[in-house]
């Protein structure tokens, strides 16, 4: 009796390896190229990025080259934001303070959000999108001031990777950009 006790729970312990392997295989083959890592379209190091095409009689205008489908498109020559819904319609843009560090052109999943945190600057934020980080570690993301309604350029001789947004544009942002959109950086 022992010996069939032992043939079914190893039987049983096969099974479970099996599904438990199965299931590994399926959550990563949905999971996003590239969450949580670095761009997957950056350009060789030290070479220049192009910068996307612009439309010349509407500077607001969707750049093209930005990609496809849902996603949140970030210019940093521009600093400006495009938020892009599944049909390819920009739902919202603005503009954006960007932090002291800018992010490497390329695309990039949201990877954490936070609602309320203190910044690298010292100040109360809201709505934090994160979708990078730098080699040192410095988290990259958008993010709105709460207590300060100043426009002062960032401190220089601190590394923020915030891109700050007016509270207005950071709602928009936060109930856009959960995890695992997409976020396009292009010049």
């Known amino acids: ?11 049983l312990t096969a099974a479970a390896v099996g599904t438990v392997g199965l299931l590994a ?4 083959a949905t999971v996003p190229p590239g969450l949580g890592s670095r ?3 950056s350009p060789a190091p030290g070479a220049p990025a192009a910068k996307a095409p612009r439309d010349q009689h509407h500077p607001t205008a969707l750049p093209n080259s930005s990609g496809t489908g849902e996603r949140v498109v970030y210019s940093v ?3 400006r934001v495009w938020l892009v819904n599944e049909r390819e319609r920009v739902e919202r843009t603005f503009t954006v303070r960007p932090g002291t560090i800018d992010p490497p052109v390329g695309a990039y999943w949201v990877t954490s959000r936070s609602k309320a945190v203190t910044g690298t600057d010292g100040l109360p934020i809201e709505h934090v999108v994160r979708f ?8 990259i993301g958008f993010s709105a001031a709460t207590g300060t309604t100043t426009t002062e350029p960032p401190d220089p001789t601190v590394k923020t990777g915030g891109i700050r947004e007016t509270r207005p544009d950071g709602n928009a942002m936060w109930n856009f950009a959960t995890i695992g959109v997409k976020v396009m950086v292009i010049r």
């Open 1 to 11: 009796m022992s010996g069939t006790s032992s043939g079914i729970v190893a039987g």
């Open 25 to 28: 295989y399926q959550a990563s």
């Open 39 to 41: 761009s997957t379209s």
């Open 77 to 79: 020559d521009d600093d």
């Open 132 to 139: 990078t980080t730098t080699k040192d570690g410095s988290a």
